[in-house]
């Protein structure tokens, strides 16, 4: 008996088993369709899900309905925002919810989601694009249909929530980040306690100015809840602001114009350890074993009505008196801590709220500084009246808190500044308006880097006026650069507040500035595997370099020397313009390479590929330095470096560069060069080039070639160097070049070579040596051509010197058939003449003709030899 229950019992779980394999399959189509008329029947907005599914085993006993990918998109007025992206939304019901017919409705016991985006958007007229309910359509006489899903939930969870909201009209941004949050509940009944949990990171800007960022709050809350009313109590809860403890009492409830509002909030304790709570972990460190004195306290009400007029009048008061604290295994403490900030609302009118920081002041050892400032009009024209004063030994900062630095700092800073502004004053310049004053400096300031590079300022000082900030001073020195600045910021409020540009003209001196001093060191190497710095390529790709487009500045710089990698400039004269997302210079003059370069040109990064615009003047610059030490000029013209001499040249570039390194794209250069050379002489040991064309070419000594006032003309296409044909005069051959190159060093040149017959060998010279001098003068200079292939590191020669030679043999016959021809017609008319013996003449002219032209023929075969016999 008991085998056959255990038998039967066997059956019935692998049945049920089956079963919860293939429900899922069974329901999958209804559960779809079930989800499709919710979404019809509702939502007036663009639904898409990439797929629906049914689960037996997640929530077991329970159903579990998946929805993955799901996307709302906006219609107008909003067309084509994201109003929901959901990487995934789980449905928690009761299996016997999936039997029921088509006009049924489905109660949903809870909820979970993952991986979800909500952008809440009120246009500049006050409509939400969160209005997404289908409107009422014309009354008929059928009876309602049931709701295809009814909300009856006990628990529901959120995971890694992103919430914006954005109000177009106060210009108002609000951004909750890894939000996460869950809820336990019986939203069966109209009044349930509701148990939460919440995590999440919030910004908040107005008017771009931000007012939070990343703050990180954490609220444990349990909430009465009146589902009838739409009332929300706050009862047991724990709140985290940072590390700022508060507690809530009081409620919210939803209404038709908004919600209404009678909240209470307040710090558990009086403590001061609240207030190093506050500040974000980013800048702080852990409060255990902090000594603190003195309290910090925060008190606040908000109460009254949220409608699209009207905010809840409010009271926060922000208090600490004579407070201090002192961390542990440091060895100063802050003393004498005085805060007294109130922030209110007595109208419910949101431009009526205010901001009175009546006092703030700390004291470190005998440095003493306090600040105080209130802000009214908060939404139409803000108004801002603030000052500061007092000293701060910067090397007490790292003493008495505990700031993440590879070194101290050091140095004295000094500040007595006063400012009233209005915002609309600032946005319109009307410097009036603004009243500006006192001053701030900073001497004796040192800083060292991770990669021990110092900077040490030994005197900085800004005066404030309406409606300049003026650098008067600014001395400082870094590795081997010393630099003196001065010069005038303009709209510095305007940049701060309002997102306008930054001007400024500044003059700059130095000594001596070596560009490696500014420059930030890369991090060292690290050993990775391929996948490794595959993930990271692909996690974060490098950022393109930007001139910044909120600049406006002028920077007239003179330095005596300027050491640029291995390159040593002198009598460094320009101005630097920034403007427009580019950079220009003008007038840029120095002294290098026993001459003078000037420079005028721009780069731009507005667009997305960035480019460059210069031109380029040399004056008696060493042409060997030039064109081995800078790598533009070596990739121009690879064969200059063996010039010895001075060179006068114009250029002009243009093209395109590298958005992430700011080097030019080679291919895309165009331009031109016009260059003269100086008192030249050539040193061919070093050039590959040149010991071909030798070895090819014999009598060619490229030693004894005058290239003095030698111009010549290139252009710049398509990553290639085009050479116009130009002229050079060796003893007495004329040679013409011609041709291009690529900046990859690929060429392609042609060498016209004009030659008197007597290059041509010693068996040349012994047949013209048997020629009278009258007949040697006849002959024609011969043509060789020899081109240049392969690139300049192995190439490759061919010449015509075979019809050099073919041409010089022709040359001879020629000359000999002309004598011939001549002596026969003399005979002629000796025989015409005379009536002398015309058989013997003529067959002594025949018998010297073939002699000739076989001793001619003869000759040239020899030269042909002598010239292409192998050595």
Do not use: W
Request: glycine residues 6%.
């Amino acid at each position: 008996m008991l085998k056959k229950i255990l038998k039967i019992v066997a059956i019935v779980f692998v049945v049920l088993i089956a079963a919860l394999f293939a429900i899922p399959y069974l329901f999958k189509d209804q559960i779809k369709a079930k989800i499709v008329d919710a979404i019809n029947e509702n939502v007036d907005a663009k639904v898409s899900f990439a797929d629906a599914d049914l689960s037996l085993f997640k929530n077991f006993p329970n159903a579990t309905v998946g929805i993955e990918k799901l996307l709302i998109i906006n219609k107008a007025p909003f067309e084509g925002d994201t109003l929901v992206s959901l990487g995934e939304l789980n449905l928690k019901m009761s299996i016997k919810e999936l039997f029921k017919g088509k006009e049924e409705s489905l109660n949903i016991q809870g909820i979970t989601s993952e991986n979800g985006i909500i952008n809440i958007i009120f246009n500049k007229d006050g409509v939400g694009n969160f209005d997404i309910a289908l409107k009422d359509k014309e009354k008929t006489t059928k009876d309602e249909k049931s709701e295809p899903l009814s909300l009856k939930i006990q628990n529901y969870k959120i995971e890694n929530y992103t919430f914006r909201y954005i109000d177009q009209g106060s210009k108002i941004k609000m951004v909750i980040d890894s939000l996460n949050h869950e809820g336990t509940g019986d939203f069966t009944n109209a009044k349930l306690d509701l148990t939460t949990k919440t995590t999440a990171n919030i910004s908040m800007d107005m008017d771009k100015v931000n007012y939070m960022k990343n703050v990180k709050l954490t609220l444990d809350a349990i909430l009465g809840i009146d589902l009838d009313k739409s009332k929300y109590t706050f009862k047991e809860n724990k709140a985290l602001i940072n590390q700022l403890p508060l507690e809530f009492d009081g409620f919210i409830q939803m209404v038709e114009a908004g919600q209404i509002y009678d909240l209470k909030f307040k710090t558990p304790t009086s403590s001061f350890t609240n207030f190093l709570g506050l500040i974000p972990s980013a800048y702080s460190s852990s409060l255990n074993g902090v000594k603190t004195t003195g309290d910090f306290t925060i008190v606040g009400f908000a109460k009254g009505e949220l409608t699209e007029t009207t905010v809840p009048k409010f009271n926060i008061a922000i208090a600490s008196n004579n407070a201090s604290f002192q961390y542990p295994n440091l060895p100063k403490s802050v003393q004498n801590i005085v805060i007294d900030t109130k922030i209110i609302n007595e109208t419910g009118i949101l431009n009526d709220t205010y901001v009175n920081l009546d006092k703030l002041s700390f004291k470190i050892d005998q440095d003493v500084f306090s600040a105080k400032a209130n802000v009214r009009n908060i939404t139409v024209n803000p108004l801002v009246k603030a000052a500061l004063k007092g000293t701060i030994n910067l090397a007490n900062l790292s003493k008495a808190y505990p700031v993440k630095m590879d070194k101290p700092l050091a140095g004295i800073l000094k500040a007595d500044v006063t400012t009233e502004f209005d915002m609309a004053s600032v946005e319109k310049s009307q410097y009036e308006n603004i009243k500006n004053a006192g001053t701030m400096s900073l001497s004796g300031f040192k800083y060292t880097d991770e990669n021990n590079k110092s900077m040490n300022i030994s005197t900085a000082l800004v005066e404030f006026n309406p409606s300049r900030i003026n650098l008067k001073q600014f001395d400082a020195t870094t590795g081997r650069s010393d630099i003196s600045i001065n010069g005038v910021l303009e709209n510095f409020y305007g940049f701060m507040f309002k997102k306008q540009e930054l001007r400024g003209n500044f003059n700059m001196s130095s000594n001596q500035l070596a560009v490696d001093d500014f420059m930030t060191a890369g991090e060292p190497a690290k050993t990775e595997t391929k996948a490794e710095t595959e993930t990271k390529t692909a996690a974060k790709p490098a950022e393109a370099m930007k001139i910044p487009a909120f600049l406006n500045c002028t920077l007239n710089a003179k330095a005596n020397t300027v050491l640029y990698d291995n390159l040593k400039l002198k009598d460094v004269a320009g101005k630097l313009i920034i403007k427009d997302e580019k950079a220009t210079l003008e007038n840029f003059k120095t002294s290098i390479f026993g001459g003078t370069i000037g420079l005028t040109g721009a780069v731009s990064t507005k667009e997305k590929v960035p480019t460059f615009d210069v031109n380029l003047g040399f004056n008696q610059v060493d042409i060997g330095q030039t064109f081995t030490q800078l790598e533009m000029m070596k990739k121009i013209a690879p064969l200059a470096g063996i010039i010895n001499g001075k060179l006068n040249s114009t250029i002009k570039l243009n093209g395109n560069l590298d958005a992430k390194e700011l080097t030019p794209d080679l291919k895309s250069i165009s331009g031109d060069l016009i260059g003269q050379l100086l008192s030249t002489t050539v040193n061919p040991k070093n050039s590959t080039v040149l010991n071909s064309l030798t070895s090819n070419i014999k009598f060619l000594d490229p030693s004894k070639l005058n290239l003095n006032d030698l111009k010549m003309a290139l252009t710049f296409a398509d990553g290639k160097v085009n050479v116009k044909p130009f002229d050079i005069k060796y003893q007495d051959i004329k040679v013409t070049v011609g041709g291009t190159h690529s900046f990859d060093q690929v060429m392609n040149y042609n060498l016209k070579l004009d030659v008197p017959a007597k290059y041509l060998g010693s068996e040349a010279n012994a047949l013209i040596a048997k020629m009278s001098p009258a007949d040697a003068a006849k002959l024609d200079n011969i043509p060789i051509t020899a081109l240049m292939t392969g690139n300049f590191s192995n190439p490759k020669i061919s010449t015509d010197m075979k019809a050099a030679a073919t041409n010089l043999t022709a040359q001879l016959v020629n000359q000999q058939k002309e004598k011939l021809t001549q002596k026969g017609t003399s005979a002629l008319t000796d025989l015409i003449n005379k009536n002398t013996k015309a058989k013997d003449t003529t067959k002594a002219a025949t018998t010297e003709k073939e002699k000739t032209t076989q001793e001619v023929t003869k000759k040239a075969g020899d030269l042909l030899n002598g010239l292409f016999k192998k050595k």
